[in-house]
Nanobody, 121 residues
Framework: QVQLVESGGGLVQAGGSLRLSCAASGSIFKINVMGWYRQAPGKQRELVASITSDGSINYAVSVKGRFTISRDNAKNTVFLQMNSLKPEDTAVYYC???????????????WGQGTQVTVSS
């Protein structure tokens, strides 16, 4: 099995910064894509940012220029640096990884447990 453990959420004032981390562990051969999603109360879960194993990055329009995603392939870890935070960034942030496990031929998508980010105005 594979586990994703997130850390780094919390409460911050508007304009502040937070850094989220997500470490994957378990029977991992390769992680194709790692990413962050978020879900605000009453809204659907949405992609925030994603990064492939070769470094290709995709951002949601709403966070481009403020958030930076990065990953450490050797440690199976992905980070999300969030700057200039706004109250509308308040949500539960979920780590996501498309993992190819040892002995299997197709990848499986895993989710972290979520970490709360609250931005006060």
């Amino acid at each position: 099995q594979v586990q994703l453990v997130e850390s780094g959420g919390g409460l911050v004032q508007a304009g502040g910064s937070l850094r989220l981390s997500c470490a994957a562990s378990g029977s991992i051969f390769k992680i194709n894509v790692m990413g962050w999603y978020r879900q605000a109360p009453g809204k659907q879960r949405e992609l925030v940012a994603s990064i492939t194993s070769d470094g290709s990055i995709n951002y949601a329009v709403s966070v481009k220029g403020r958030f930076t995603i990065s990953r450490d392939n050797a440690k199976n870890t992905v980070f999300l640096q969030m700057n200039s935070l706004k109250p509308e960034d308040t949500a539960v942030y979920y780590c996501n990884a498309e993992v190819l496990r040892w002995g299997l031929f197709s990848p499986t998508t895993y989710w972290g447990q979520g970490t709360q980010v609250t931005v006060s105005s």
